[in-house]
Nanobody, 119 residues
Framework: QVQLVESGGGLVQPGGSLRLTCAAS????????MNWYRQAPGKQRELVAT?????NTNYADSVKGRFTISRDKNTVYLQMNSLKPEDTAVYYC???????????????WGQGTQVTVSS
C-alpha cells in the first residue's frame, strides 16, 4: 500500500502564491503519473496538473502559466502563483502507481488540502 499526504493549503489573497506538497510513502512503487486534482463546492473534481514518471508535465488551460508541477523522488509539488478566487477548492494529490512487489497498477489518493483565495 501507498499513502499520499498533502500539505501547504491555506488562505491567500488574490495574486498571492502557495506551494502544495504531496509526500508518498509505503510500498516501493514506480510512477506512471502523479496528478493534482481540485474540487470546488458544487463542482466536479477536475484535473489540474500531471507529471509523468519521465518528468513530462501537462496542465489544465485554466492554470497554464500560473501553476507548476514538479517532483523530487517521492514528493510532488504544486507551485501556485497569481492565485485567483476561482482557484478556491480542495486540492487532492493522486498517484497512478505501479507497486513493485506485485507489478500491479492502481490509483492512490491523498486526503485533500483546502486552498482559499480571498481578500
Amino acid at each position: 500500500q501507498v499513502q499520499l499526504v498533502e500539505s501547504g493549503g491555506g488562505l491567500v489573497q488574490p495574486g498571492g502564491s502557495l506551494r502544495l506538497t504531496c509526500a508518498a510513502s509505503g510500498s516501493r512503487f514506480s510512477i506512471y503519473t502523479m496528478n493534482w486534482y481540485r474540487q470546488a463546492p458544487g463542482k466536479q473534481r477536475e484535473l489540474v496538473a500531471t507529471i509523468t514518471g519521465g518528468g513530462n508535465t501537462n496542465y489544465a488551460d485554466s492554470v497554464k502559466g500560473r501553476f507548476t508541477i514538479s517532483r523530487d523522488k517521492n514528493t510532488v509539488y504544486l507551485q501556485m502563483n497569481s492565485l485567483k478566487p476561482e482557484d478556491t477548492a480542495v486540492y487532492y494529490c493522486n498517484g497512478d502507481l505501479i507497486i513493485m512487489a506485485t507489478m500491479y497498477r492502481s490509483d492512490y489518493w491523498g486526503q485533500g488540502t483546502q486552498v482559499t483565495v480571498s481578500s
